[in-house]
Nanobody, 121 residues
Framework: QVQLVESGGGLVQAGDSLTLSCTAS????????VAWFRQTPGKEREFVAH?????IYADSALGRFTISRDNAKNTVNLQMDNLKPEDTAVYYC?????????????????WGQGTQVTVSS
């Protein structure tokens, strides 16, 4: 069993940067597929970024967001630069032991509780 805890959310202005962290307990994340999703009220939870043996980004995140592992801390980070108001959402971390490329919400077994990111214009 893996427990995931997200941190690092907050209120920032457009153009600012923010780093979200997903810290795991119970298992080592280094071989897991890990992704960040986000959700706004009334909308489906959408894929943002994935890391396994490679990294994959949604079009909205490409060039602005960077997903990376910190194995010493058993953490996966999401560095978000040049934030826009449309990035406002609750961001969720998800993990799966398969280690393969996964982009769909239903493919992930473990989820964190989410962290709010609000970008003001």
């Amino acid at each position: 069993q893996v427990q995931l805890v997200e941190s690092g959310g907050g209120l920032v202005q457009a153009g600012d940067s923010l780093t979200l962290s997903c810290t795991a307990s119970g298992r080592t994340l280094s071989t897991y597929s890990v992704a960040w999703f986000r959700q706004t009220p009334g909308k489906e939870r959408e894929f943002v970024a994935h890391i396994s043996w490679t990294t994959i980004y949604a079009d909205s995140a490409l060039g602005r967001f960077t997903i990376s592992r910190d194995n010493a801390k058993n953490t996966v980070n999401l560095q978000m630069d040049n934030l826009k108001p449309e990035d406002t959402a609750v961001y969720y971390c998800a993990a799966d032991p398969s280690g393969i490329i996964l982009k769909k919400r239903a493919e992930y077994d473990y989820w964190g509780q989410g962290t709010q990111v609000t970008v003001s214009s």
